[in-house]
């Protein structure tokens, strides 16, 4: 606990000299408007009643991106994981596809889905599915093999040996694949919302930034940086429930 | 094959050097201005090729930029000393806060000249959408709010008295993206750069119901720079202003003018001039020749148009109350502004 | 049950690892299979079990499974490859969960096993939370729940340090008195074998042929006592003489890759 604290002191510490440094004018609040300036913005957002708007149009697509990329990667990766001939077509694939920055494909994205949120969600699921399929099989790659031996010297059916010995083996890994793919999903989040959005948490800092309202940019990367933790929380919490044996 | 005695190579490296050592005896100021490659800014690569500057005692840096938002924003962090480049809310967003003055023209929509377009889809088309006029209700594809595509819809929406709110805003970020959407039918209508609208109109994916410049003349670009500038530097900015309207009259002559019918004519120095522009667009001089704006020859603004800028955003909610046309324009240092409001 | 080996012959590859090997353990014996690392023991007890095929040669088993028995050739491994994410129970239930019992049943079994483990009270605890001998106890109650007809061992104890050997060692001979299921028990330790087997097969180094069979004739229960002591020191000797020249020679195979 008292590491914890230390991170809030600091924060709280580093918060405080920009705000006395921007006061005293040692740096230029069109550069970098102060702390209070971007609550400020954060608040007129409230009382403007856009905040929620933004916020939850985001998460449905973050929701919404990020379950279809999952489901998707999950698949692939259990076929890459568990049998030779999705391995044999699958790696490459992977391996081809994954480094596309997806931001490039938006054009191509909008004329198959158009620019409604069909399009939006699928650059955030195709940002999640190549980190997810990886981790995946790379999960189940690391499932010790004596395990599966022991599983199948009892005679274990073939799908008890999936459900009991290797999904939960790979699951640390998987879990740990969750926390990069949400980062990405946040991420992506702004590219998506480049797609026609007018309301979303992306579509709100993209504006701030082409307006260079700089307050207003940074009460949106605050939301996110917002966002970013509390699904981080939540998978920690996520991770003790099910990685209690660790 | 040639042979160079050595001491013939020597003599041609001191002839080579003579002219630039010689203006630097002269003791030129340096200073800088940033510019996006764009032939908007052809009167900085002019007064840069010709040495309209040099004559002046500058001894003047061209910083390029990808973004018209770099611009303002280099010039305000001391980047870059002036900045040629078009006006959107961000700039005036920047001006309002103190950054930023207004000193001279850049290019201007004008009647006659293609430079953006207004287009229509041909499914839009097909329902109806026949003229400007019938924008209400209809999605909009631009590049962001705050950009010059949305000053040119609240052009005439002013003009034909609608409402600029009636139209559906779909910001799509880039041109590539607004091309796409424009293609799959997403959007009824874009408003698109001349190269761009040319290549949908021949892809048959739209019509062009009509150019901004023939609609509503206004002040697209300009060149500005800081209020520290103008008032610890005064003389230096003055120079560079010389330079600069040389350059923009050149500009006038070569690309500007018009027969009595209103058709293009070339000017003086037409094929050098392109030549100049080309090389710093880094285009074929043809494909420079499709697109070229009006610049003033005097490099006078049109500060009602800029006054109305400000208006438009500010009644749109993208540039904050307090921002005063006043306070960003400078107006002395061209004479014959055009339009100027009288309080 | 009686397993028979006849003319077994195993290669990795290019690599010779088993030669002609004929034996058969005998239905309630405990048979150790002695020899240095790498002559292919546990190669020899993966073929025994069916988990790997031979190069040449055959298994078979005569005799009925006794009823109740839910796999009748059942494993314990030196590792003891338990699953960490589940608790000692759910551990020894793995065996049998997919067996289709009653509920009633599963439960009893478990228990059972537990209880003849001394894991009655750990039955919550995960693996994490155990010494590595406490882990090869579950690895023996896993065996136990599914009542073997044959127990095949490999190295059970070499993951342990001494002082958990001999205690495990002798808390297992107890279970195993008390059943005597036919048992074939991979060591490279000496002593486990003296102790534990009724006949002890010496294998060559690799690749791994028979070198002898040891019949130990006295019964395992007096084997403890004082009065043994002489006997058994002999017959150590005896096999640490058979031993010795090949598990050198090993050695110095191994270490040199
Ligand atoms: N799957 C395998 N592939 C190739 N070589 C193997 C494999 N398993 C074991 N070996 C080799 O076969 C030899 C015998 O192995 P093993 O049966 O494990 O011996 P032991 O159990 O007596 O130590 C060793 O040299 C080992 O390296
Ligand atoms: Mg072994």
Not at chain 2, 72 to 98: H, I, Q, R
Not at chain 2, 179 to 204: C, N
Not at chain 2, 214 to 242: H, N, Y
Not at chain 3, 95 to 111: S, T, W
């Amino acid at each position: 606990m008292p590491v914890r604290g230390a991170a809030l002191v600091a924060f709280v510490g580093l918060v405080a000299f920009w705000e006395f440094a921007v006061a005293r004018g040692y740096v230029s609040p069109i550069f970098l408007p102060a702390p209070s300036s971007v609550l400020l913005a954060l608040g007129e957002l409230w009382n403007a009643g856009t905040l929620w708007r933004h916020v939850s149009e985001s998460l449905v697509r973050l929701a919404g991106g990020w379950t279809v990329g999952t489901g998707c990667g999950l698949a692939a990766g259990f076929a890459i994981g568990v049998w030779s001939l999705g391995r044999a077509v699958g790696v490459p694939f992977v391996s081809a596809l994954f480094p596309i920055p997806k931001i490039s494909l938006l054009p191509l994205l909008i004329l198959w889905l158009g620019i409604g949120e069909a399009s939006k969600i699928a650059t955030i699921a195709l940002g999640v599915f190549f980190p997810t399929a990886i981790a995946t099989y790379a999960a189940i790659d690391a499932v010790p093999r004596n395990l599966i031996r022991m599983a199948q010297s009892f005679d274990l059916p073939a799908a008890d040996v999936l459900r009991k010995v290797v999904l939960p083996g790979a699951l640390p890994g998987i879990l740990a694949g969750f926390r990069i793919s949400t980062s990405i999903a946040l991420i992506l989040l702004v590219s998506a919302e480049m797609i026609g959005a007018q309301y979303g948490i992306g579509a709100f800092i993209l504006q701030a930034g082409n307006l260079m309202l700089t307050d207003q940019l940074l009460a949106g990367v605050l939301l996110i940086s917002i966002l970013g933790l509390a699904l981080g929380t939540a998978l920690t919490r996520i991770e003790r429930r099910l990685l209690r044996w660790r | 094959m040639i042979r160079i005695t050595r001491r013939a190579a020597l003599a041609g490296a001191v002839a080579g050097l003579a002219a630039p050592s010689l203006a630097r005896a002269q003791n030129l100021t340096k200073t800088s201005v940033g510019v996006l490659r764009l032939s908007s800014s052809g009167p900085v690569f002019i007064a840069a090729e010709r040495g309209y500057w040099r004559e002046a005692g500058l001894d003047v840096e061209l910083k390029y930029f990808t973004a018209a938002q770099q611009v303002p924003v280099a010039v305000t962090s001391g980047d870059a000393d002036f900045g040629v480049t078009g006006l959107t809310a961000a700039f005036f967003n920047l001006a309002g806060k103190g950054a930023l003055k207004i000193v001279a023209a850049q290019s201007r929509e004008e009647k006659g000249f293609e430079l953006n377009a207004y287009m229509a889809t041909n499914a839009a088309i097909e329902k109806g959408f026949r003229s400007i006029r019938d924008f209400p209700g209809k999605r909009l594809g631009i590049t962001t709010a705050g950009s010059t595509f949305h000053y040119a819809l609240g052009l005439i929406a002013r003009k034909y008295g609608f409402d600029p709110a009636s139209v559906t805003l779909v910001p799509l970020q880039t041109l590539p993206n607004m091309q796409a959407a424009f293609k799959g039918g997403q959007v009824d209508a874009v408003i698109v750069p001349v190269t761009l609208a040319r290549a949908l109109e021949a892809d048959k994916a739209g019509k062009i119901l009509a150019w901004v410049g023939d609609e509503t003349p206004w002040q697209l670009g300009a060149l500005f720079t800081s209020p520290r500038a103008i008032s610890e530097k005064r003389d230096l900015v003055e120079r560079f202003i010389r330079g600069y309207l040389r350059g923009a009259a050149d500009f006038n002559a070569a690309f500007n003018q018009r027969d009595a019918a209103g058709k293009e004519v070339r000017g003086t120095n037409f094929a050098e001039t392109i030549g100049v522009v080309a090389r710093a667009v880094q285009q074929s001089p043809e494909l420079v020749t499709i697109g070229l704006p009006f610049v003033d020859a005097q490099g006078r603004l049109d500060v009602g148009d800029i006054y109305n800028q400000i208006a438009f955003w500010q009644q749109a909610g993208l540039v904050a109350r307090d921002v005063n046309g006043k306070d960003i324009v400078d107006l002395s240092f061209v004479r014959g502004h055009m339009n100027v409001p009288r309080s | 049950m009686e397993l028979v080996c006849e003319g077994i012959s195993h290669r990795y590859g290019a690599l010779e690892v088993l030669d002609g090997i004929d034996l058969t353990v005998r239905a309630g014996e405990c048979l150790a299979l002695l020899g240095p690392s790498g002559c292919g023991k546990s190669t020899l007890l993966g073929i025994m079990g069916g988990i790997l095929k031979p190069s040449a040669g055959r298994v078979s088993v005569a005799g009925n499974p006794p009823a109740g028995s839910l796999n009748p050739i059942t494993y314990i491994f030196q590792d003891f490859a338990l699953l960490p994410w589940r608790t000692v129970e759910g551990n020894v239930a793995l065996a049998l969960e997919h067996r289709n019992l009653a509920a009633g049943e599963l439960r009893a079994r478990v228990g059972e096993a537990l209880a003849r483990t001394n894991l009655t009270e750990f039955s919550t605890a995960f693996p994490r939370q155990l010494s590595g001998g406490m882990r090869q106890r579950v690895g023996i109650a896993r065996a136990l729940a599914v009542d073997p007809a044959i127990l095949l061992m490999d190295e059970p104890l070499s993951a342990l340090d001494a002082q958990t050997r001999d205690l495990l060692m002798e808390d297992f001979l107890k279970l195993w008195l008390a059943t005597r299921t036919t048992s074939v028990y991979v060591t490279h330790n000496l002593h486990e074998a003296i102790r534990l087997a009724d006949r002890i097969c010496v294998l060559s180094r690799r690749p791994g042929r028979i070198k002898e069979i040891v019949a130990v004739d006295l019964p395992q229960a007096d084997r403890a006592m004082p009065v043994a002591a002489r006997a058994m020191a002999e017959l150590g000797e005896r096999l640490w003489d058979a031993i010795r020249a090949e598990a050198q020679v090993a050695e110095r195979e191994i270490a040199d890759g």
